[in-house]
């Protein structure tokens, strides 16, 4: 990783940690004066992440490591858990931009597989009726986004902008040049700011929330075959959507841990957590999905598609 990648801070709305989750008192220290062990996520960077989906994995955690107390919690946006992280407000989380933003305080617990996958994709979608047929067709246009730090739902689809000729200026932390970009907060929010805005012709996100609004022979093989999300549904829901773009694979996020902390129950964790396997966790209650089906060793090493995404669009991470 260059020097550049390595120092610019963060230009995204709401650096400053946010008030998005609860029970994160500050802690000036690399040890917590409690016991607990406290790993974020965001429903923003994973849709449809809630208590339900995670609880499974917190169960297994505590019964696989004798005296662990694992809270699960939300926060609003990926640079607050950045902060939390590196602030010492947290312990644990699942993402690849805070990993790449603070290289040298932040570990590599282990990749994340969905549905037996270790990758995901990203994609561009518009309205049927729309005049967009092609990704350069977005010129002059607005675009709805997720999250500005989010990998597949702003950092892929301003690149696929970008290789497809488009001027992408200072985005995605600052404002594109040969478009328009509108970043929502959220992958669904992408999605319904697509459906619901005359003005809006086109959504980049993760393609979690388009497999069901777009047909299924719309989509590359690439994705029928390498996509852990894959299933009978794709394509079933309305309203329907049309694909204009979908990405190469990208590595699932990882699990991470802040450098520094100190916790006598560490390395039975994070062996847990490498530990889980296909069958390993139990299916949750409610109509959602584990966020994850396992987890393998990984390294930062295994991110180097995204690094390559973050210069090409002179994108400089420092610390969150």
């Known amino acids: 990783m260059n020097d550049q990648t390595r120092r610019r801070v963060l230009q995204s709305a709401g650096l400053a940690l946010t008030a998005g989750f609860a029970g994160c008192g500050a802690n000036n220290s690399g040890s917590s004066s409690s016991d607990t062990v406290t790993f974020l996520e965001t429903p923003a960077e994973t849709p449809g992440d809630t208590e339900e989906m995670w609880e499974p994995f917190r169960e297994y955690l505590q019964s696989e490591v004798e005296g662990l107390e694992l809270e699960v919690e939300f926060a609003d946006n990926t640079?607050?858990?950045?902060?939390?992280?590196?602030n010492n407000q947290a312990e644990m989380t699942r993402s690849d931009i805070v990993l790449l933003a603070n290289p040298d305080q932040i570990d590599v617990v282990?990749?994340?597989?969905?549905?037996?996958?270790?990758?995901?994709f990203s994609a561009l979608a518009t309205l049927p009726d729309s005049d967009i047929e092609d990704t350069s067709d977005i010129q002059g246009e607005t675009i709805a986004f997720a999250d500005r730090p989010s990998t597949s739902g702003s950092l892929y689809p301003n690149y696929m902008l970008n290789q497809a000729g488009l001027d992408t200026g200072e985005a995605p932390y600052g404002d594109p040049s040969d478009?328009?970009?509108?970043?929502?907060?959220?992958?669904?929010?992408?999605?319904?700011?697509?459906?619901?805005?005359?003005?809006?012709?086109?959504?980049g996100c993760d393609i979690a929330v388009l497999l069901n609004h777009i047909p299924e022979d719309q989509w590359p093989d690439r994705v029928s075959e390498m996509s852990g999300r894959w299933d009978g549904d794709v394509g079933s829901e309305s309203p329907e959507l049309e694909l204009v773009q979908a990405s190469t694979s990208l590595p699932f996020s990882p699990i991470i841990a802040?450098?520094?902390w100190e916790h006598p129950l560490r390395s039975e964790i994070e062996a847990a957590i490498t530990s889980i396997g296909d069958d390993t966790l139990r299916e949750p209650d409610g109509d959602v999905d584990n966020p994850l089906s396992a987890v393998t060793e990984a390294s930062?090493?295994?991110?180097?598609?995204v690094i390559d995404v973050?210069?090409?669009?002179?994108v400089d991470l420092g610390q969150l």
């Open 79 to 86: 640079s607050a858990i950045g902060q939390s992280l590196i």
């Open 110 to 120: 282990g990749i994340v597989e969905e549905g037996g996958a270790s990758v995901y």
């Open 179 to 203: 478009y328009n970009g509108e970043w929502t907060g959220s992958h669904r929010n992408a999605v319904q700011t697509l459906i619901n805005r005359d003005d809006v012709v086109a959504c």
């Open 258 to 260: 802040r450098s520094n």
């Open 300 to 305: 930062i090493d295994d991110y180097q598609p």
């Open 310 to 314: 973050i210069n090409t669009l002179d």
